[in-house]
């Protein structure tokens, strides 16, 4: 398996979306030809003036992405999407939590493989607590949880 640039270019693509005027959101996207994220952006500010000016819709946000592909993708043996580990987590200088979902979990994230403890998260966890330092403002620092928080704290979690 490797990951590798979707589509025909170097995987940047171009989303928009705007309202017209019931406030109706339209969505377009575009393959971009750009061979790098500096292009790409620069590309980007060209473009959606030249676009806004065949719409009457107003423009809402727009971004561009590198997308990746697995270029060689085999279906898992085991776990499914609709069964989920639900973190629980404590944002920063609150007493407030939020919560993170991971769809088709591993089973070693668990506190057991079998058994009532298979269905609460071990939240001493290696690979989880790696992940949820993503979150963490004084750690790793690469991730917002929902309205720009961070965490500070797993406080539980629950298989779903």
Request: hydrophobic fraction near 45%.
């Amino acid at each position: 398996m490797a990951m590798v640039a979707m589509g025909n270019g170097s995987g940047y693509f171009l989303s928009w979306s705007g309202v017209d005027r019931n406030n109706d959101v339209a969505n377009k996207e575009w393959e971009m030809t750009a061979p790098d994220a500096a292009t790409a952006e620069a590309d980007a500010a060209i473009i959606i003036p030249q676009w806004e000016a065949l719409t009457q819709c107003v423009t809402t946000t727009y971004f561009v992405a590198l997308r990746m592909e697995n270029d060689a993708l085999v279906t898992p043996a085991a776990g499914e999407r609709q069964t989920k580990a639900v973190i629980t987590v404590r944002i920063d200088g609150s007493v407030e939590k939020a919560t993170i979902e991971i769809p088709a979990p591993e089973e070693t994230i668990f506190r057991a493989l079998v058994g009532d403890d298979n269905k609460i998260v071990d939240v001493t966890n290696i690979a989880l607590l790696a992940f949820v330092g993503n979150f963490n403002a004084s750690a790793a620092d690469k991730l917002f949880l929902s309205d720009g928080e961070h965490t500070d704290a797993i406080l539980r979690g629950r298989k779903r």
